[in-house]
């Protein structure tokens, strides 16, 4: 069976990859401050499990002290120049395409069609994890369709990962160190307090106030907590089922189903959502590291108020 | 209460500029202290719940490789070289496309298929920004970022406002499982319809602000709209 380890391994691998090329990279002033990044990165996905907790502990403060103290570079080798880009791409013409469609097509098959294959009674992937090992394998598809069909050398994937990685720098690891401090802000207590705050100190004794108490707060305390799944347990335990489902009768799916939404609410809004709202300026070479949170800012509040609304309009019907 | 120092030192320290890793590191250690854990507790738990979610941002990292590749051979100018091709084409008008592609494919279990880096990066940045070229002229840098963080921005929307429709999603499971603990049976297709309407209202919205978008970037390249405008 094929499992996670699988996906953790390909990525400690290209991260150890990531490591030496950084580390050759004259043009970096702070080249061994890079190398020595990626590879405790590639460390941690090739061999966390055997590092204990509070070895994964050090090395998770290791990688704080290189980002925070600067000794990381933003460098990135240069793309190859735009004449030969676009030398190749007229060469190549809508082939290029072709590769970058190999990538969801297998995740497809591997969602759709590998998933529920068994042998001999054992599934090929473990089924909870079927996304992530298809678009590995998806990954590992392209780069050999790119590599024979646009003629690219074999050095291409990690040289031009390189390249990528260190354009985004340490921010790259910042989901992860913000999943991880859910987890401790989760043993500290800290959702509990902040939903005592909202039970004990917010008006819900109309229908319309109580739904507005329930949206508002998802989106709110998803902005705190930087992920609307350890604000659901919260709210929906706090306000939703005792007075929206208790109190006022409402359907239990839709008052969910539209709680959950108006989380997502607010994690466009906040940084803590890194992997949505602080990695892509950095991918996309934004200056401003908080110009798709402020783009973002008018859909979310709208759909915040739809949300509502249709919380309140669909959830009491009888 | 005094736990909930943790997230004022998440709000400030970003609001201040320090590196983010930091100030995750802090105030996790702020939290924890004051939770009565000692340091060692605090390091331990942070390894481990870091170990755990190794997951996720691997969609991210693996992919890497992939798309620098293609932008080596290209890739980024042959899709603007399509774009500058097609009549009519806005950069506002082709995001929405591929929001309503997004969400259809997210809706039924693709999500994965598409994102910031697979896509947005070397594909759909580089076509709405050649889509805007096409239209009013070569964008100046600030309005090349603001296409740029439009283009993210509308996979966040189509994403956020769609998985939910797709029943076998881990958001959904969770609320089934929350609900489960409660004791309340539900079946996972129930939250899956309700996501709908939500779904649509994301999509009516957010369309017309990549409309206004267009008329924005109209604007801002028109003959008299030069010297320091914001």
């Known amino acids: ?318 | 209460m005094l736990i909930l120092l943790g997230v004022g030192v998440i709000v400030v320290g970003f609001a201040v500029g320090l590196n983010p890793l930091l100030v995750v590191v802090i105030a996790a250690f702020t939290s924890g202290l004051l939770a009565h854990m000692t340091p060692l507790q605090v390091l331990a738990a942070f390894g481990h719940a870091y170990n755990e979610n190794r997951f996720v941002s691997i969609a991210y990292l693996v992919v890497l490789p992939l798309v620098g590749t293609l932008e080596r051979a290209g890739v980024r100018e042959q899709a603007a070289r399509i774009i500058a091709r097609l009549r009519g084409v806005s950069a506002g008008r082709f995001l929405i496309s591929y929001m309503v592609l997004r969400q259809l494919t997210t809706a039924i279990g693709l999500m994965s298929i598409a994102g910031q880096a697979q896509t947005i990066r070397p594909l759909v940045a580089p076509m709405a920004e050649a889509a805007a070229e096409r239209a009013n002229g070569p964008p100046a840098p600030e309005t090349r970022a603001a296409i740029r963080a439009m283009s993210a921005a509308t996979d966040n929307v189509a994403v956020f406002f769609s998985e939910d429709i797709f029943v076998a999603l881990g958001s959904v499971l969770l609320m089934v499982g929350f609900l489960a603990s409660a004791k309340i049976v539900m079946d996972p297709i129930r939250l899956s319809v309700w996501a709908i309407p939500s779904a649509l209202a994301a999509l009516a919205i957010h369309a017309v602000r990549l409309l206004l978008f267009d008329l924005r970037l109209a604007r801002g390249a028109g003959p008299d709209a030069g010297g320091d405008a914001p």
């Open chain 1, 1 to 318: 069976m094929i499992k996670l380890g699988f996906v953790y391994l390909l990525a400690g691998l290209t991260f150890a990859g990531f490591a030496i090329y950084s580390a050759r990279d004259a043009a970096n002033p702070k080249r061994f401050g890079n190398a020595a990044f990626w590879g405790l990165t590639a460390l941690g996905f090739l061999a966390g499990d055997r590092l204990g907790d509070l070895g994964n502990g050090v090395l998770v403060l290791g990688l704080a002290i290189l980002g925070g103290l600067g000794l990381v570079g933003r460098g990135g080798r240069p793309l190859a120049p735009s004449g030969d880009r676009l030398a190749s791409a007229e060469r190549l013409g809508n082939r290029i395409f072709v590769p970058a469609l190999v990538l969801p097509l297998v995740v497809a098959i591997g969602v759709l069609a590998l998933k529920p294959v068994q042998i001999g009674g054992v599934p090929l992937m473990d089924p909870k994890q079927a996304t992530l090992i298809s678009l590995a394998l998806a990954v590992i598809a392209a780069v050999a369709a790119a590599l024979v069909l646009l003629r690219q050398p074999l050095s291409a994937p990690l040289q031009e990962g390189e390249r990528l990685v260190n354009t985004v720098g340490w921010a790259i690891l910042l989901p992860q160190y913000l999943a991880a401090l859910g987890a401790v802000f989760a043993a500290a207590g800290v959702g509990k307090e902040i939903g005592i705050l909202v039970t004990t100190y917010l008006p819900v004794d109309t229908r319309l106030a109580a739904v507005s108490v329930y949206c508002v707060g998802m989106a709110a305390f998803t902005m705190a907590m930087g992920n609307a799944f350890a604000a659901f347990p919260v709210l929906t335990g706090g306000v939703a089922l005792p007075i929206l489902v208790g109190q006022f009768g409402g359907n239990p799916a839709v008052i969910c189903s539209i709680g959950m939404l108006s989380g997502y609410c607010g994690t466009l809004l906040t940084p803590l959502a890194a992997n949505f709202n602080l990695v892509p300026p950095a991918l996309l070479e934004i200056p401003d590291r908080y110009a798709v949170i402020k783009t973002q800012v008018p859909t979310a509040l709208l759909m915040l108020i739809v949300n509502v609304v249709l919380m309140y309009v669909l959830a009491f019907q009888k």
